[in-house]
């Protein structure tokens, strides 16, 4: 199969991946959680590669905004799958892969995140680290989401032919 056909069948996901967070997200609400965004970051990232997830937590987190959220949810969305997506291709361990999204996201996008909310709204948290015990839980949970849905699929046999149909 030619280059663009897999471009096309990425595309297609990175949409799927992102409309299933914004739906996840939208309808089953936490206060200052998000952890459906990071259960679909996880499985983007092992179907999708670091980038194709990243742009699909991206593309969900502009949903968010357009929603009436604030710019968190792009910056607390898009460290998470690139860091865990670079872990899988590198070790093909599940369960870096939800390491990657919590550092990447309760780690990385939480200090991301302070800067351009004290820009964009005003909010001075007081320090860069005020967001950390509000991104790493949601991250976690998230996380923990994504790699049990992985295990499934990897002990029914479905996860390599997923990733096999992907690449061809």
Not at 12 to 40: E, G, R
Not at 89 to 100: A, D, E
Not at 150 to 159: F, G, H, P, T
Request: overall charge positive.
């Amino acid at each position: 199969m030619s280059k663009k056909k897999l471009n096309v069948k990425k595309m297609v996901m990175c949409a799927i991946f992102a409309s299933l967070a914004f739906v996840l997200n939208t309808f089953v609400y936490f206060p200052a959680m998000a952890p459906f965004q990071h259960f679909v970051d996880v499985v983007a990232a092992v179907f999708l590669g670091p980038w194709w997830a990243c742009l699909s937590a991206f593309l969900c987190g502009v949903m968010r905004m357009m929603s009436g959220r604030t710019i968190q949810a792009v910056t607390g969305a898009v460290f998470g799958p690139i860091l865990g997506g670079l872990l899988w291709k590198r070790t093909k361990s599940i369960y870096l892969v939800c390491v990657g999204e919590v550092v990447g996201t309760g780690i990385i996008g939480a200090l991301a995140s302070y800067p351009l909310m004290k820009w964009f709204y005003s909010l001075d948290a007081q320090s860069p680290l005020y967001y950390i015990p509000f991104y790493t839980p949601s991250a976690v949970v998230g996380g923990i989401m994504g790699v049990m849905v992985l295990l499934i699929l990897k002990r029914a046999k479905v996860l390599d032919r997923f990733l096999t149909e992907l690449e061809r």
